[in-house]
């Protein structure tokens, strides 16, 4: 299988995957806003086969870049050209003709691919729903139905933005369903009417005990297929809530139980990542019955003090608060705790519903090899809307296939063996150097720096060049890690003397 890119988001820096791309429209041939956004979401083999085999660029004027947004800064026949020329011709299969291998389940109960909705704004409303199921999520985690008196702040949101324009780090304030529960159960019944195969997830949060069991019985009664349990939302203005039960693992049991008793569907608890370790809540929500466990909710935070005001954002009437951060920059985080669950034996069993800086299909797959048998997302949705299901899917079915798995519940955990939690199974008798590849280097020098200022001398510049000294390279691997162009990679090892 063909790891390495021959087309990076740098190449298409400046796309700003508009919607109802104007490409699209002026292109006679092809349709290049479908292919650029392939390529930001992982997916230029897909791209490449969905094009012609015969480029129709070579003697086209490029009416795309004229009419794209951004004024011709992005070089679209240039990419076009790559995929059908150097994409295309080394793709090893074509694009499966059906979607069997995504077919997985949550708790016994099947579904058309493992991608949901995680609880958030985007999945809040009927409409909402809908539009998502109607563009081919398997099912959604619904905002969390409450009796709570919920008024949101203005603003709420606030983020990091990545070199290349994109949101690398999203902190919101933003707490539950402002709905009625009695509007959310017509919602429930509604969409269960119309869309009877796809997967309801309702998420509750309550009180006290008998409001949690009340909120489960209404939400099966209503057409919830499962029960996922807010143990985990760190934005609650009243204490004993979210965040604050699930770090505490008593509370956890004793609240799952209570919703077990208003249901016989399966139940599912989401905890916080608010926390040192994520298995005593686990085991806490098993004890009192759980079915499953959903991780990670957003991680507490403060970003953005501003230097003049000194308030951090998002400010609101020159106040802030801490808030839940999400977004790419997390899934490091949300992957740890997700192998902890996968490898804790004492949670055998139990299905595990991951999210957690998910944005395209190989995010996905991550979260899958260390043990997660689903999938939620958000921020990326708010980002780039419900139309990254079809790259998602796509990606991980060709992926699938490709790898000769027949089911991608196959690989559910297929990564856990390879990763400790400690350091001490680790090799430290070799050095892996690295490798130069001086067609590709254009001199910069940064693997210089960074190996003289954060490591350890062992490259030199030399007519704008980079030579290596084999007897000081420890083999860190920074230099492959800051090179702009991709330039360097890894050798042969050494055994160290």
Same mark, same amino acid.
């Given at each position: 299988m063909? +790891?390495?890119?021959?087309? /990076?988001?740098?190449?298409?820096?400046?796309c700003v995957l508009c919607g109802d791309a104007p490409c699209n429209k002026v292109c006679p041939n092809l349709k290049p806003g479908d292919a650029l956004r392939s390529i930001w979401f992982d997916n230029e083999d897909i791209a490449?086969?969905?094009?012609?085999?015969?480029?129709?660029?070579?003697?086209?004027?490029?009416?795309?870049e004229v009419g794209c947004v951004k004024n011709g800064q992005v070089p679209i026949k240039e990419l076009m050209s790559t995929l059908i020329e150097d994409v295309r011709t080394d793709c %090893?299969?074509?694009?499966?003709?059906?979607?069997? /291998?995504?077919?997985?389940?949550?708790? @016994?109960?099947?579904?058309?691919?493992?991608?949901?909705?995680?609880?958030?704004?985007?999945a809040s409303t009927y409409d909402m729903c809908a539009r998502a199921f109607e563009a081919g999520w398997a099912g959604i985690c619904f905002k969390t139905v409450c009796s709570l008196d919920i008024h949101e702040a203005s603003p709420r949101f606030s983020a990091i933005i990545g070199d290349n324009g994109s949101i690398a780090g999203f902190k919101n304030i933003e707490q539950l369903s402002d709905h009625t529960v009695a509007e959310n159960m017509a919602i429930f019944r509604k969409l269960k009417k119309n869309y009877p195969t796809k997967f309801i997830l309702a998420s509750i949060m309550g009180k006290d005990e008998a409001?949690? %069991?009340?909120?489960?019985?209404?939400?099966?009664?209503?057409?919830?297929?499962?029960?996922?349990?807010?143990?985990?939302?760190?934005n609650m203005q009243e204490d004993g809530l979210g965040s604050d039960i699930g770090q505490v693992p008593e509370l956890v049991e004793r609240f799952t139980r209570a919703a077990k008793r208003g249901t016989k569907i399966p139940v599912i608890a989401k905890l916080?990542?608010?926390?040192?370790?994520?298995?005593?809540?686990?085991?806490?929500?098993?004890?009192?019955?759980?079915? @499953?466990?959903?991780? +990670?909710?957003?991680?507490?935070?403060?970003?953005?003090?501003?230097?003049l005001t000194f308030v951090s954002a998002p400010a609101v009437r020159g106040k802030s608060a801490i808030g839940g951060y999400s977004g790419n920059a997390v899934k490091p985080i949300a992957l740890r705790f997700i192998a902890e669950l996968g490898q804790n034996k004492n949670l055998n069993g139990l299905h595990i519903t991951g999210m957690g800086g998910i944005e395209t299909w190989r995010d996905a797959l991550e979260f899958i090899l260390m043990g997660s048998g689903s999938i939620q997302i958000t921020t990326a949705v708010m980002q780039y809307g419900y139309r990254i299901i079809d790259d998602l899917k796509a990606g991980l079915n060709y992926y699938l296939n490709q790898m000769g798995i027949s089911s991608?519940?196959?690989?559910?955990?297929?990564?856990?063996?390879? +990763?400790?939690?400690?350091?001490?199974?680790?090799?430290?008798?070799?050095?892996?150097?690295p490798k130069?590849?001086?067609?590709?280097?254009?001199?910069?020098? /940064?693997?210089? +720096?960074?190996?003289?200022? @954060? @490591?350890?001398?062992?490259?030199?510049?030399i007519n704008r060049k980079p030579k290596l000294d084999g007897?000081?390279?420890?083999?860190?691997?920074?230099?492959?890690?800051?090179?702009?162009e991709n330039a360097i990679s890894p050798r042969k090892k050494r055994i160290k003397k």
């Open positions: 063909r +790891i390495t890119k021959k087309i /990076r988001r740098q190449d298409m820096i400046a490449a086969l969905r094009l012609p085999e015969e480029n129709p660029c070579i003697k086209c004027h490029a009416p795309c %090893e299969i074509d694009i499966p003709k059906d979607e069997e /291998r995504l077919k997985c389940d949550i708790c @016994g109960i099947p579904i058309e691919n493992p991608f949901l909705l995680s609880s958030s704004v985007v409001e949690w %069991e009340e909120l489960s019985r209404l939400c099966e009664k209503n057409g919830a297929d499962a029960i996922e349990l807010n143990f985990s939302c760190p916080t990542p608010n926390v040192a370790t994520m298995s005593p809540a686990a085991e806490a929500a098993m004890r009192g019955g759980a079915d @499953g466990i959903a991780a +990670i909710n957003t991680i507490k935070s403060v970003i953005g003090v501003d230097p991608v519940k196959d690989i559910i955990g297929a990564g856990l063996d390879y +990763i400790s939690d400690t350091t001490d199974v680790l090799d430290r008798n070799t050095v892996l150097f130069f590849n001086k067609s590709k280097c254009i001199g910069c020098g /940064r693997c210089e +720096i960074s190996c003289n200022d @954060g @490591g350890h001398q062992a490259i030199k510049m007897s000081k390279c420890v083999g860190c691997h920074l230099c492959i890690l800051v090179c702009p």
